[in-house]
């Protein structure tokens, strides 16, 4: 089919064979300093207080929205590979910092506080270089492909990841746990070293004065970009708050350990890793599969509030998973494919600034939701955002450029996706580009 590839197409490519290995390795780690960050606040700094977990989530992420536009313009302008190694050791710095308080016995809940901005304003750098290097490493007709295979490593990741955390923290304590994050940027960090630099495909230098002001002029003028970020704020700021909700879930509700929870990450895992391989398949993103998966996280969600058991609750969030995913790389590699490629790296900065600047906002709001109204409910908001901003986009959309939307009662479920007048349609309209119906 002209809209397929072969699942791992792009690992016929070294450099971005050994960037994915690489990356793998480091993401293990990651997730392992995830649930044993989250674990230490919540146990051993706090008595189980949301806000302060929630706090530390929104430090992580507030440099990001500040700084990102800034590493967008640099990645437009600089080395991306150079880049990368730059940022990858500034992130294993902070990791060996907060491993040497932890292992002393000495770390205090401002040092968690400190140590999450650190790892923000690195990882503010680090993620429009990273997003924009994939087109470096594959050609244009792969890098959908290369965008699912990276979801794949990333959740296969957290597929191992937070279970072997949860192990390693029952067993010897959170210092170990976070001791193997710190070591694995060696890995990330070697792969890039050791590329193939002849082999790289540089996209085409700045344009203009390479400001970050032309990256934003640009999606301004780009309704189809802009719809897309739009959904993802919405999405990440009240929907994508596993730190909090499974920890808030698993301690408070179904009273579980650390292994427990640990495993939580792990099961939803095995649902966003299925959802990854199967947009690696797909050349293209298309708008009734990022519709359909704003739906299904919205009901799954839901789900998940009402779980009378832990069991379920696990279950439910398999589904979750599945549809999380395909909602963050449909989004992902729309705005990459639509994209400038000069402008490529300010435009994905701006993706990312919107995508982990709700979080901020959001963290804060769902930890004081959990201590204030119960755990169940910081998932409720995020089922009831989520719904709401389906429904808006899907009403833009058939406004907007002439769309019809029908989600037919069958089972599988399956989205239409009708041009009323292709004539009105406008340049990057969000539309499915055939003029007959598509069927999801």
């Known amino acids: 089919m002209a809209d397929r590839v072969r699942t791992f197409a792009s690992f016929a490519l070294f450099n971005y064979r050994l960037f994915w290995l690489g990356a793998l390795v480091s993401n293990v780690g990651g997730w392992m300093a995830r649930v044993a960050q989250d674990w230490l606040v919540l146990t051993q700094l706090t008595d189980h207080s949301a806000q302060a977990l929630g706090l530390v989530t929104a430090l992580q992420f507030l440099p990001i929205p500040l700084i990102a536009p800034m590493a967008g313009a640099l990645a437009d302008r600089y080395s991306k590979r150079r880049l990368l190694m730059v940022t990858q050791a500034a992130l294993g710095a902070t990791a060996f910092g907060l491993w040497i308080l932890v292992a002393t016995g000495t770390v205090q809940l401002w040092h968690a506080f400190l140590f999450a901005f650190l790892q923000g304003v690195a990882s503010a750098f680090d993620m429009p270089v990273r997003q924009a290097f994939v087109s470096e490493m594959v050609p244009q007709r792969l890098v959908s492909n290369a965008i699912g295979l990276n979801s794949a490593q990333f959740n296969g990741a957290r597929l191992l990841g937070p279970g072997l955390a949860g192990l390693l923290i029952a067993w010897v304590g959170i ?231 029908r989600l037919e009662g069958v089972w599988p479920p399956r989205l239409l996706v009708d041009r009323l007048d292709d004539s009105a349609l406008a340049p990057g309209a969000m539309a499915d580009p055939d003029p007959q119906a598509r069927v999801a």
């Open 175 to 405: 210092a170990p746990a976070l001791l193997v994050n710190a070591l694995s940027f060696v890995a990330v960090i070697g792969a890039l070293w050791f590329m193939r630099t002849d082999q790289l495909m540089p996209r085409p230098k700045r344009v203009g004065t390479g400001t970050v002001r032309e990256g934003i002029a640009y999606v301004r003028t780009r309704p189809d970009i802009l719809l897309i970020l739009g959904i993802i704020f919405v999405f990440s700021t009240f929907g994508m708050n596993f730190q909090i909700t499974n920890a808030l879930m698993a301690t408070t509700v179904f009273g579980k350990g650390a292994s427990e929870y640990g495993m939580l990450g792990s099961v939803m895992a095995i649902g966003t890793l299925a959802a990854a391989f199967m947009a690696a398949r797909r050349v293209r993103p298309r708008l009734r599969w990022l519709l359909l998966g704003v739906l299904g996280f919205a009901v799954f969600t839901a789900g998940a509030a009402l779980a009378p058991t832990y069991l379920f609750f696990a279950v439910m969030l398999v589904g979750v998973g599945v549809c999380s995913l395909t909602v963050m790389t449909s989004c992902n590699a729309t705005v990459q494919l639509a994209s400038d490629p000069a402008l490529r790296g300010r435009v994905m900065a701006v993706y990312m600034a919107v995508n982990m600047g709700g979080t901020p906002i959001g963290s804060p709001v769902i930890g004081w939701i959990g201590d204030h109204w119960g755990a169940r409910w910081t998932l409720g908001v995020g089922a009831v955002a989520t719904f709401a901003v389906c429904v808006a986009a899907s009403l833009y959309v058939m406004v907007h450029d002439r769309v019809r939307v």
